[in-house]
């Protein structure tokens, strides 16, 4: 479980040796495309993987399969090109664990109940609200947050995306 794994620091750093194993064997991020560091595999060739891995009782993913599944691809399809240099290779590495801020106390992952806060100040933003069920957030370097930003929007909409460095002070 995640829970034991983000607990667990020998397991940790064995998890984190495999995730830069299948980086450097070109088999982490077989659905990314090459420009950004991945394999460029298509579904055939990803199923075959997942198959013979599988096969052999090999662990599928490293330590950072948030970033790789789902935060990665975000910032390569609505990330600019700064984003993409800054973060992608990162997460490939293992250098920067990821996990995300999704859901919270009394809302689960009813993301439409959302009540975290987040307002500009100057080039900045200051949230305000919690997080609860972070997976690999005691792990994590950077966090995707979701808050609310114009809360005068109907209750699907007004929310942002934000990344935030782990290490930022609150």
């Known amino acids: 479980s995640s829970a034991t794994l983000a ?3 020998d397991r940790w750093q064995r998890v984190l040796e495999w995730h830069r194993r299948l980086y450097k064997a070109g088999y982490l991020a077989l659905h990314w495309p090459k420009e950004w560091g991945g ?3 298509g579904l055939v060739e990803q199923s075959i993987y997942q198959d013979e891995a599988l096969r052999l009782g090999l662990p599928l993913y490293g330590a950072n399969q948030l970033a790789i599944d789902r935060i990665g691809p975000t910032l390569m ?5 700064e984003q993409r240099r800054r973060y992608l290779p990162k997460m490939l ?3 920067e664990i990821w996990c995300q801020g999704y859901s919270e ?3 689960g992952s009813d993301l439409a109940s959302l009540q975290t806060r987040a307002v ?6 200051i949230i305000n609200g919690q997080k609860v069920w972070t997976s690999m957030a005691q792990r994590a370097d ?3 947050l979701l808050v609310r930003t114009d809360p005068s929007a109907p ?3 007004g929310i942002s995306y934000l990344l935030v460095d782990m290490h930022s002070p609150g």
């Open 7 to 9: 607990g667990d620091d």
């Open 39 to 41: 394999a460029g595999a």
């Open 77 to 81: 399809f609505v990330g600019n090109d």
């Open 93 to 95: 590495t293992g250098e």
């Open 105 to 107: 106390p009394n809302a």
């Open 120 to 125: 500009i100040d100057g080039d900045d933003f």
């Open 142 to 144: 950077w966090q995707v």
């Open 155 to 157: 209750r699907h909409k």
